[in-house]
């Protein structure tokens, strides 16, 4: 401790400790001279040896280093500011990547001690479940010891008033806000110990957002009664501003979960176990990892299978999964994050490529500098250090100024995005640390080989550069690959046939099930619809269908068909609905009214289910195949390589059907008939009636935005293989002055000069391109789900990448080279 | 490192801060006068090269075995001198037995061997 302390004390005072030791010497030396001692040496050199011990010499190099770079940045602020902005934009990209996935992933939720909170999830070995009946969620509640605290959840819509939309209402566990910490802004939030209680009178807590919207902040609606579903419910309170709910699940209106059947007349979550209705959260007891917790879980299953077993699956077990952060990540999301933090660390990769490139040519400029300081004694280490230390600094730098870029575009983003209040685009300590490492591994690649170069005097290798302009090819080769087959995959999608109709259907989902319907009154109930339905002029075909085209509930079936994995989307339709939809039927029939035992399957499962054979008659499964219908990807529009198979809706799947309306012209005047007729059917149900084509279009939109996102990364990356070009191109021209001013005159054609100029870049051009567009072929198998039936390899996509690629890249070779050809003969000879 | 004109044997390695701590022993010295104690009492055996002296005495002030306080010299100069610090004398009480009991050891070795 004392040791150090005097260390920094010399650090200090260093100045005054230096003339004391000066002082000494000069002594030593004066006495040594007395007593006939002349050659006492430089006391300069004794003087730094013994300023060594104090160990601050480092720090003296470091200065110096840092000192000397600083001037020789200012000395050619060209090549700084282009440095800096070239680093800028590859480090700000990875930079806002990072943030995103921080938001999203890292930043802890502001609620109370989010690192205690985890999501329940249902699992088997089959079976992947986001939701869970209320009374297992109840029964862990009240057994778990690991759990502190378990939350629930179920979203739901209800009529506000006579509002045209319905509301977005979340039935929550009335702990909710308790848990998380939150405070109402006016009034009270829901509480336990008196909105669950069995004669607990209804209550509502308003969203901060809505109570704005709809109730223009208006403080006094505590305490008055609203009617939701036409039921009245007091009002006890609004929701704090920028409430963080847990998983981004906001609302605009919030109610206890145990009075659902309240305002869902015949709702039966509460005591329904064979169906998920809540999404659930536990909170950690003191002590507990989560492993624990599962472990308690499963146990408590086991229990629960007793009770109920039919309803518990084979193998089941509770996954929990950190939830106190904005998403939980889900592995298929790592999955996108790691594919775009693969692309963004490519752009890195073009950057520092196309900096290296720079930074050699540099080195042969500076070649008299580095001989000067050679012959002066400096060593080839130091001389390496003061170069790493001058891509440092400017690595520094471009991070600060990518950081600062990454900084407005998040802003923009949160701005334009309905993101939580909460958010902030400012960089946190994870955003600080990922610049610091950004810039640090940016000084490795662009820095280290070309300072090694130089240092070693070897900076007119050739291959050094070609290399670089080969990795520079390469990469912004398969950024522009990637980017065109998603262009191609959103004009696919926009432009194609689908496989189905979407234009002119009309999606009612009455909720039947939700409202505690049987079978045979959903019959009933759907007859009537469907008469008076079909009554209406320019109606042409009404169908059942029980997951709705383009809708929220998907099924899916992962599984192998000979050995290969497969995604099979199944659908439980009734005999109208290939009609209404558009859909061919290529081989056999449609399902006839109420047939059993029976499936079709879509041309693509049964071409892979049944090679070369006939698919009709075989089994599929328990089931017959009667007809073999066209492909039509309705609920996974973005995979094309994802197979459907149909069944003959049974009456059981009655009270979960969704009704489909299609007419012969638009169908937009539809939705307020459709609206009043299941209004005078039933008016205690809320069916969501929707135009299937603007659930299409909104799906187009997130393609859309993500394509030209990609592509923007593409171009981005392609500028600045071309910027990196351009600068080796007129580097190597006007090293070469000489050589080319020598052929020239002895009578050299301009396309011999321009070849002579040129040659040294065909190979890594080539070669890059290959190489790029080899590692898109086999990488982008991994795309085929977000391709929209485009094929991975779609030739049209590559070649326009690489056409662009080449064109972009001659233009960048050839502008520079042009130079060569104005050489001003007499002047170039007699220079040197 | 600078060659003074006295020949001199070589300083066994790590004894040179315990020769400065035992010549301060009996008070302050400037860095001069160090350097020619030990030689003298060394009867002109070991010298004490400034490229040394210097160097260890900075380490020394940085371990706080010794100070350095301004004082006059014989030529009535400012000098700066060194003294020994109650932590310095604990710390040759140490190598001093530290010592002993090494070439005690080795003596042995050496009338027996």
Not at chain 1, 207 to 236: C, M, Q, S
Not at chain 1, 381 to 410: D, K, N, Y
Not at chain 1, 674 to 683: E, F
Request: net charge positive; charged share 20%; aromatic share 8%.
């Amino acid at each position: 401790m004392g040791e150090l302390f005097r260390r920094i004390k010399y650090l200090i005072n260093r100045r005054r400790m230096d003339a004391e030791l000066e002082s000494d010497l000069e002594f030593h030396r004066e006495m040594a001279a007395r007593a006939g001692r002349g050659n006492f040496g430089g006391t300069l050199r004794l003087r730094e040896q013994s300023r060594e011990a104090w160990g601050w010499t480092w720090l003296d190099r470091l200065a110096q280093d840092l000192s000397y770079t600083a001037r020789t940045l200012v000395r050619s602020p060209g090549f700084t500011l282009t440095a800096v902005l070239v680093l800028a934009i590859g480090i700000g990209v990875n930079v806002a990547a990072f943030s995103l996935f921080n938001m999203v992933a890292l930043v802890p939720l502001p609620v109370r001690d989010p690192a205690s909170l985890v999501r329940l999830e249902r699992r088997s070995p089959e079976i992947i479940s986001g939701e869970m009946p209320y009374p297992t969620a109840m029964f862990y509640r009240d057994h778990a010891k690991t759990l502190s605290g378990v939350l629930t959840m179920m979203g739901a819509r209800l009529s506000l008033e006579d509002d045209l939309e319905p509301a977005k209402t979340n039935f929550v566990s009335a702990n909710f806000f308790r848990e998380l910490g939150a405070v109402a802004a006016y009034g009270r939030l829901l509480d336990a110990e008196r909105d669950e209680a069995g004669n607990a009178p209804p209550v509502v807590v308003l969203g901060h957002e809505f109570w704005v919207r709809r109730f223009g902040a208006d403080p006094a609606i505590v305490g008055k009664v609203i009617h939701l579903n036409r039921k009245p419910v007091t009002v006890v309170g609004v929701e704090p501003y920028g409430f963080p709910s847990l998983d981004g699940q906001g609302a605009e209106i919030w109610l206890p979960i145990t009075q659902q059947p309240y305002f869902v007349e015949g709702g039966k979550v509460l005591t329904d176990v064979s169906n998920g209705s809540v999404r659930v959260w536990g909170r950690l007891a003191g002590g507990v990892t989560a492993r624990q917790a599962e472990q308690e879980l499963l146990g408590l299953t086991n229990e629960l299978r007793q009770q109920y077993p039919k309803d518990i699956w084979k193998n089941e077990y509770i996954r929990s999964d950190p939830g106190g952060h904005l998403h939980v990540m889900e592995p298929e999301m790592y999955q996108v994050a790691e594919m775009v933090g693969v692309l963004t660390l490519l752009i890195l990769a073009v950057t520092c490529a196309n900096l290296g490139g720079l930074q050699l040519a540099r080195g042969v400029a500076r070649e008299r500098e580095m001989g000067i300081r050679l012959s002066l004694g400096a060593s080839a280490v130091r001389i390496f250090r003061q170069l790493l230390t001058e891509s440092l600094v400017l690595a520094l730098i471009g991070s600060a100024a990518g950081m600062l870029l990454a900084w407005a575009v998040l802003k923009i983003v949160l701005a334009q995005t309905a993101s939580p209040v909460w958010l902030s685009a400012a960089p946190d300590w994870r955003v600080l640390a990922f610049v610091v490492a950004m810039a640090l591994i940016a000084t490795l690649l662009f820095g280290f080989a070309p300072a090694l170069q130089i240092a070693r005097q070897r900076q007119r290798k050739t291959l050094a550069r070609q290399l670089l302009v080969g990795a520079q090819i390469a990469a912004s080769c398969l950024l522009l690959i990637v980017a065109s087959l998603l262009v191609r995959a959103s004009q696919h999608a926009l432009y194609t046939n689908p496989g189905f109709g979407y234009e002119r259907v009309v999606s009612i989902d009455p909720g039947l099930g939700q409202h505690g319907y049987t079978p045979a009154a959903a019959g009933e109930y759907l007859g009537q619809l469907r008469s008076r339905l079909e009554a209406l002029p320019g109606v042409t075909v009404v169908s059942l269908v029980k997951l709705a085209p383009l809708g929220h509930s998907i099924t899916r079936e992962d599984t192998e068909i000979n050995g290969q994995k497969a995604s099979i989307y199944p659908n439980w339709v009734d005999e109208r609905y290939f009609q209404a939809m558009e859909i061919p039927i290529l081989m056999g029939r449609s399902f006839l009214p109420n047939e059993k035992n029976t499936a079709i399957v879509s041309e693509a499962l049964a071409r892979r289910q049944w090679p070369g054979e006939n698919p009709l008659g075989k089994k599929y499964g328990e089931n017959t195949v009667v007809g073999v219908a066209g492909n039509a990807h309705v609920n996974a529009m973005n995979d094309g390589d994802s197979l459907e198979s149909y069944y003959s809706a049974q009456p059981a799947d009655l009270p979960d059907m969704v009704v489909l309306v299609k007419s012969v012209g638009a169908p937009d005047g539809l939705t307020p008939i459709a609206k009043s007729i299941v209004g005078s059917l039933n008016p205690k149900l809320f069916p969501e009636i929707s135009l299937l084509k603007s659930r299409f279009r909104k799906d187009m939109e997130q393609v859309e935005l993500v394509a030209s996102a990609v592509t923007l990364i593409g171009l981005v990356a392609v500028a600045l293989a071309a910027v990196g070009i351009l600068g080796l191109v007129s580097f190597s021209v006007s090293q070469r002055w000489k050589e080319i001013a020598i052929r020239t005159a002895l009578g050299a054609t301009k396309a011999q000069v321009l070849r002579a100029v040129l040659r040294q870049f065909v190979w890594p051009v080539a070669l890059g391109i290959a190489a790029g567009a080899g590692i898109a072929a086999a990488a982008s198998r991994v795309l085929r789900i977000a391709l929209y039936g485009v094929s991975n390899l779609d030739s049209a996509s590559y070649a326009a990448a690489i056409l662009g690629l080449m064109a972009i890249v001659g233009l960048a070779a050839l502008l520079p080279a042009r130079r060569a050809l104005r050489l001003d003969l007499a002047t170039t000879l007699h220079y040197d | 490192m600078p060659m003074s004109d006295t020949p001199k044997s070589g300083m066994p390695a790590g004894a040179l801060p315990m020769l400065i701590l035992r010549v301060l022993q009996s008070g302050s010295l400037h860095g001069y006068a160090i350097a020619q104690r030990i030689h003298l009492l060394s009867s002109e055996v070991l010298g004490v090269e400034e490229g040394l002296l210097y160097p260890t005495l900075q380490k020394m002030l940085l371990k706080g075995w010794v100070t350095a306080e301004w004082g006059i010299s014989e030529t009535n100069r400012k000098v700066r001198c060194y003294r020994l610090t109650p932590e310095g004398r604990r710390h040759l009480k140490a190598e001093l037995s530290d010592y002993d009991r090494v070439t005690q050891a080795i003596q042995d070795i050496l009338r027996t061997a």
